[in-house]
């Protein structure tokens, strides 16, 4: 079975710097798809960005982007210029191109201070 | 417009009592899911639905009980609700169960056992 592991329960950043959260995860698939999903405290998941595993080039969204090495399967999300709407859980998930279930890390709780 | 809809969004009710949480989505996809997320906030997928058709269940005690009637519905129907039933039970869908689809998430249920 995959497992994605994101080993940082808390971080914090302060507004306008820079965080980056980190995931990795294990699979003997060749063809995924990995996502950062953010959760608030209005309890939404939004889908913050996605990676495909055949392409090389790092995802970026805006002041999201993602560190993709996937001969070590590691997948971290740096969030730049922080914004206090930013505060929230930080998922990251891994789903085999075959599909139908998305498997989630444990997740990070981001605080953003003043 | 609401994309993935739940009702209710709160729950409240009594150990052995059964309930049930309903699920629509207006995107036109093809596929549906239901996830759980626990008390420490891990999120687990529960059943995968393609075009009405089970595809995914995972391990999941058979007191839970999906129905889908048509392609934009996907209920939850529990029976002799226990105490550790309580969580937020998200329901997602996307254009089909390949990985490469991102799954959009309802707003979640969150269920209380007194």
């Known amino acids: 079975a995959q497992t994605v592991t994101q080993s940082q329960p808390e971080m914090s950043v302060q507004e306008a710097e820079t965080v980056t959260l980190s995931c990795t995860y294990d699979?003997?698939?060749?063809?995924?798809?990995l996502f950062w999903y953010k959760q608030p405290p209005s309890r939404q998941m939004i889908l913050v960005i996605r990676?495909?595993?055949?392409?090389?080039q790092n995802a970026t969204e805006n002041r999201f982007s993602v560190n993709f090495q996937k001969a070590a399967k590691s997948f971290s999300l740096k969030i730049s210029d922080s914004q206090l709407g930013d505060a929230a859980m930080y998922f990251c998930?891994?789903?085999?191109?075959?599909?139908?279930?998305?498997?989630f890390g444990k997740g990070t709780s981001l605080l953003v201070t003043p | 417009d609401t994309a993935v809809s739940q009702t209710p969004k709160y729950l409240v009710t009594q150990m052995g009592n059964d309930k049930s949480i309903k699920c629509e989505q207006n995107?036109?996809?093809?596929?549906m899911y239901w996830y759980k997320q626990d008390s420490k906030k891990f999120l687990k997928i529960m059943f995968s639905?393609?075009?009405?058709?089970?595809?995914i269940n995972e391990t999941v005690p058979n007191r839970f009980s999906p129905k889908s009637p048509d392609k934009a519905h996907l209920n939850l129907h529990i029976n002799s609700l226990e105490l550790g039933d309580s969580a937020v039970y998200f329901c997602?869908?996307?254009?089909?169960?390949?990985?490469?689809?991102?799954?959009?998430f309802g707003d979640g249920t969150r269920l209380s056992i007194l």
């Open positions: 995107l036109g996809h093809d596929t």
């Open positions: 990676q495909e595993a055949y392409k090389q």
């Open positions: 997602a869908s996307s254009q089909t169960g390949s990985g490469n689809q991102p799954q959009h």
């Open positions: 699979t003997s698939e060749s063809d995924y798809y």
């Open positions: 639905y393609n075009n009405k058709e089970l595809i």
């Open positions: 998930a891994y789903i085999e191109n075959s599909g139908y279930a998305l498997n």
